[in-house]
């Protein structure tokens, strides 16, 4: 009876919140891909490649700083306690002075560096533009750091629709700013422009529009201890997660002129859009429940892991081969004949999305509070990035190279099995059944690529 009225109200606020989530997401991405679609008419596939590999570098230097505040709040006991979250807040300001002043330390060091040194003038790391770009977004980190806890604080409570709201109504501000200066200026700093307003706006509101206590300059010890301890081995396993995911366009930077990388980052920006549905899902409202379920249930990990892992299993198999058969047809549509060669590499790396659903996995772990069991899953990608991406280029071309970023994770799962049987969270038979299951919502997938390619003669 007691797991019945722990698992009952649990369920239901997860399904309301998935709801909200996927539907927030969605519009979230529309109002990204039309801004988007607005940028790639007024400026050169050049300003998106520079623009890639500098969120690139910032998005580095914070997972380098990763130590898991917002995933403490969630999962801890203490998490919604008011002198908690004013440590938190605390330690997260630090974080964001540590976060700007690395940033511009790198884009001074890539100054002096282009001028002391030899960099392929053909590379994305030649571009005179790049270090003032990097210099300049470092200010979107520095604001973030005052970001109100409230923000985890609905996260924890799987309350996210106030959180939501803020996020669009943020990036509607952000898009009209960056698509107003792009039609004024034509320049890269229109991208920078959004990205500034938009965290700006984000870290003011999140104190005023969500509800929670207010938060103070403080420092517990005890809260300290219990952050640092639990986030040491967040930070470790973010260092790893950054290579493992940035890994490519870091690599692929050195060997793509700015061009081909534009193209490369254009993919994915449609390609990150259907991964961050499974990521963040699984982080903003799997990872919430999951650790309710630890705190109060544990007996039932198992069983509500695989219930949660079941949507997104067949859905990522099923647009992963919607983007494998379709993903030229789909770039077509959405963008002009100068990136064009960006449903190539769709085509590709959409392959990717397939090893999404294992996110749910690696949320399951964080929640029972052990994030350094992932450093061994983190670390064996990495290592495939870093031998595969230039052997294979080496051998095969820039294609051989895509096919190391789609399928590279493949390795990784027996590891993550392993780390899942010892916190009794596998099953083999239910993973074999979602293999075939998966297997077959790829090929089902065809059918889309049918209709794609019939819009596209009507259209033509």
Same mark, same amino acid.
């Given at each position: 009876m007691k797991s019945t009225t722990i698992i009952e109200p649990l369920r239901k606020r997860v399904i309301r919140a998935a709801i909200q989530f996927l539907s927030g997401h969605a519009a979230s991405q529309l109002i990204r891909l039309s801004g988007n679609m607005v940028m790639t008419r007024v400026l050169v596939p050049e300003a998106f490649g520079v623009m890639a590999i500098a969120n690139t570098i910032l998005f580095g230097v914070?997972?380098?700083?990763?130590f898991?505040?917002?995933?403490?709040?969630?999962?801890?006991?203490?998490?919604?306690?008011?002198?908690?979250?004013n440590t938190a807040w605390t330690l997260q300001i630090l974080?964001? &002075? @540590?976060?700007?002043?690395?940033?511009? +330390? *790198?884009?001074? $060091?890539?100054?002096? =560096?282009?001028?002391?040194?030899t960099i392929p003038s053909d590379s994305v790391y030649a571009d005179p533009v790049l270090p003032y770009v990097i210099a300049v977004l470092a200010f979107s980190f520095l604001i973030g750091g005052f970001e109100s806890t409230n923000t985890a604080l609905h996260s924890r409570d799987i309350n996210l629709l106030p959180v939501i709201k803020l996020e669009l109504t943020g990036q509607i501000v952000s898009l009209a700013v960056m698509v107003s200066a792009g039609l004024a200026f034509k320049s890269i700093w229109a991208l920078v422009s959004g990205a500034l307003v938009l965290s700006l706006y984000k870290t003011f509101f999140s104190h005023f529009l969500l509800d929670g206590p207010k938060n103070r300059f403080q420092l517990d010890s005890n809260s300290v201890r219990e952050i640092i301890n639990f986030g040491i081995w967040?930070?470790?396993?973010?260092?790893?997660? &950054? @290579?493992?995911?940035?890994?490519?366009? +870091? *690599?692929?930077? $050195?060997?793509?002129? =700015?061009?081909?990388?534009?193209?490369?980052?254009?993919?994915l920006l449609v390609l990150n859009a259907l991964k961050d549905a499974v990521v963040k899902t699984a982080s903003s409202v799997i990872m919430p429940a999951l650790s309710e379920i630890?705190?109060?249930?544990?007996?039932?990990?198992?069983?509500?892991?695989?219930?949660?892992?079941?949507?997104?299993?067949?859905?990522?198999?099923?647009?992963?081969?919607?983007?494998?058969?379709?993903g030229g047809e789909?770039?077509?549509?959405?963008?002009?004949?100068?990136?064009?060669?960006?449903?190539?590499?769709?085509?590709?790396?959409?392959l990717s999305l397939i090893f999404e659903r294992f996110s749910i996995a690696n949320q399951c772990i964080i929640a029972i509070g052990k994030p350094r069991s992932l450093i061994p899953v983190v670390l064996t990608r990495v290592i495939i990035l870093l031998i595969g991406?230039?052997?294979?280029?080496? +051998?095969?071309?820039?294609?051989?190279?895509?096919?190391?970023?789609?399928?590279?994770?493949?390795?990784?799962?027996?590891?993550?099995?392993?780390?899942?049987?010892?916190?009794?969270?596998?099953?083999?038979?239910?993973?074999?059944?979602?293999?075939l299951l998966s297997a077959v919502f790829f090929f089902l997938s065809y059918g889309v690529h049918v209709l794609i390619s019939k819009i596209n003669i009507l259209l033509n």
């Open positions: 914070i997972l380098f700083t990763e898991g505040i917002k995933q403490n709040i969630i999962q801890s006991e203490h998490g919604n306690k008011e002198i908690f979250l974080r964001g &002075f @540590i976060i700007w002043s690395f940033v511009v +330390l *790198i884009g001074i $060091g890539i100054y002096v =560096a282009k001028q002391h040194f967040m930070l470790i396993g973010s260092i790893l997660v &950054f @290579i493992a995911t940035n890994g490519d366009k +870091l *690599i692929l930077s $050195g060997y793509f002129d =700015a061009n081909l990388m534009g193209q490369y980052a254009i993919a630890a705190r109060g249930n544990k007996k039932k990990l198992k069983e509500v892991f695989y219930k949660s892992r079941f949507p997104i299993d067949i859905g990522t198999s099923f647009i992963a081969g919607m983007l494998f058969f379709s789909l770039m077509a549509l959405l963008f002009d004949d100068r990136y064009q060669f960006s449903g190539v590499i769709i085509e590709i790396i959409g991406i230039p052997y294979s280029i080496s +051998l095969f071309g820039e294609v051989g190279a895509l096919w190391v970023v789609a399928c590279g994770r493949i390795v990784t799962i027996p590891v993550l099995f392993i780390i899942m049987y010892r916190y009794k969270i596998f099953s083999i038979g239910k993973e074999l059944n979602r293999a």
